[in-house]
Structure formats: structure tokens, C-alpha cells
């Protein structure tokens, strides 16, 4: 089982670009690096995935090192409406099923004004 | 598209008392997650079905928690007996698809749960 290891919290202000790094040095080879958000009074959100390199959506930005063993998540210009928790999950696959979310304590991203 | 419906939203209860949860996941979503989220903490996997069988139970609690998805479609989480620490937000999610890459769950509401 992979473990993830990131920062308790951050702080930023409105408009700034965000980057929270995950470390993942026991990653297997099938695992993919997924991000999720998580407002209070709600359950988590799928962000974005990926496995390795560069990837984009209209959310967020996913970078992957070759070596795999780290990611970084950012968020362009982020708004007060992003103050959420981010997770970083590392997914454990099983052959013929999805793969198994296992989350850890997350980062708490404080977005003021 | 309608999301992962739980009930219900709130439940208080006596400590010894049994409770149960619902879940009606995404139509058409084979896997079924169900997480318990202490105040603070991380979502923890208690359980995890693909269709109506069970794929990883290791950290539930089997002396008083079980789960059932019969029929592969909505599921069922209870307690019994609820101890004051099973006081949490109880998440279900599901999942459409196999293999490593689909990392992508829906999550539901939640039920929050006080046990005093």
C-alpha cells in the first residue's frame, strides 16, 4: 500500500497560483496519482488523475516526475471558493476491479482575501 | 445524472443503540465504497463492494459494523451496538469502472452520526 505523505495546511491569498506537493515513494507501478477536494458538510470530489508527466483540466494542473515518486497539484488563481481540504490518494488496483481510495489527512488550503 | 443518494442525512442516538444506513449509488456503478470521516480526519475505508460482492473489508469493524449490497445495487451500512467513538460522517461512494485507472468516485452527502 502506498502511503502519501503532504503538507497539514497552507495558506494563500486570492488570485495566487497554488502548488501542494504529495510524496508517494512506495508507488507501484500500476498505481495512478489521483486529487480530490473536499468542502466542509460535503464528501470529496474527484479533481484529477494521472500517471505520469503533465495533465491538464479546466480545474487544475497534475505534474508527475519521471521517477513517479511525488506530484504536485496546482490551481491557477485560486478564489476564496477553493478553501476546501486536497487530498492525494495513491490508488492500491486488485485485477478486475476498481481501485481501492485510500485517504490520508489531507492538506487544508486557506484561501483569504 | 442523478449523484449517490444517502440516508439519513442526520441521526442521534443513544450509545448500545443500533442504527442503519442507506446508499443508492450511481445507476450503472459496479463498485460501492463506504468510509467512515471522524471530525479532522481523512475518509477511512471500511468497505468496498464490486456488484454484490465484497473486495476489501479490512477495516471494518465486524463485531458490531456489517454491510450488505444485495442485489449489487444500493447498499445498506448498520451498527449495532453504536459505541460513542462510531460518532462520524458516514460516506458512500461509487465508482463505474474496473482496473487501476478509474480512480474516479461520486461521493454522497453523507450521514452525520452522533452517538451521546
Known amino acids: 500500500l502506498a502511503k502519501t505523505t503532504q503538507p497539514i495546511s497552507m495558506d494563500s491569498y486570492e488570485g495566487q497560483e497554488v502548488n501542494i506537493t504529495c510524496s508517494h515513494n512506495n508507488i507501484a507501478t500500476n498505481d495512478y496519482i489521483t486529487w480530490y477536494q473536499q468542502f466542509p458538510s460535503q464528501g470529496p470530489r474527484f479533481i484529477i488523475q494521472g500517471y505520469k508527466t503533465k495533465v491538464t483540466n479546466e480545474v487544475a494542473s497534475l505534474f508527475i516526475p519521471a521517477d513517479r515518486k511525488s506530484s504536485t497539484l496546482s490551481l491557477p488563481r485560486v478564489s476564496l471558493s477553493d478553501t476546501a481540504v486536497y487530498y492525494c490518494?495513491?490508488?492500491?488496483?486488485?485485477?478486475?476491479?476498481?481501485?481501492?481510495?485510500?485517504f490520508g489527512t489531507g492538506t487544508r488550503l486557506q484561501v483569504t482575501l | 445524472e442523478a449523484g449517490v443518494a444517502q440516508s439519513p442525512r442526520y441521526k442521534i442516538i443513544e450509545k448500545r443503540q443500533s442504527v442503519a444506513f442507506w446508499c443508492n449509488p450511481i445507476?450503472?456503478?459496479?463498485?460501492l465504497y463506504w468510509y467512515q470521516q471522524i471530525l479532522g480526519q481523512g475518509p477511512k475505508l471500511l468497505i468496498q463492494?464490486?456488484?454484490?460482492?465484497?473486495?476489501?473489508d479490512s477495516q471494518l469493524p465486524k463485531d458490531r459494523f456489517s454491510a450488505e449490497r444485495l442485489k449489487g445495487v444500493d447498499s445498506t451500512l448498520k451498527i449495532q451496538p453504536a459505541k460513542l467513538e462510531d460518532s462520524a460522517v458516514y460516506l458512500c461512494a461509487s465508482s463505474p469502472g474496473r482496473g487501476p485507472m478509474n480512480t474516479e468516485a461520486f461521493f454522497g452527502q453523507g450521514t452525520r452520526l452522533t452517538v451521546v
Open positions: 490518494l495513491v490508488g492500491d488496483s486488485y485485477t478486475g476491479t476498481a481501485s481501492k481510495l485510500t
Open positions: 445507476s450503472g456503478h459496479a463498485t
Open positions: 463492494f464490486q456488484n454484490n460482492g465484497v473486495v476489501d
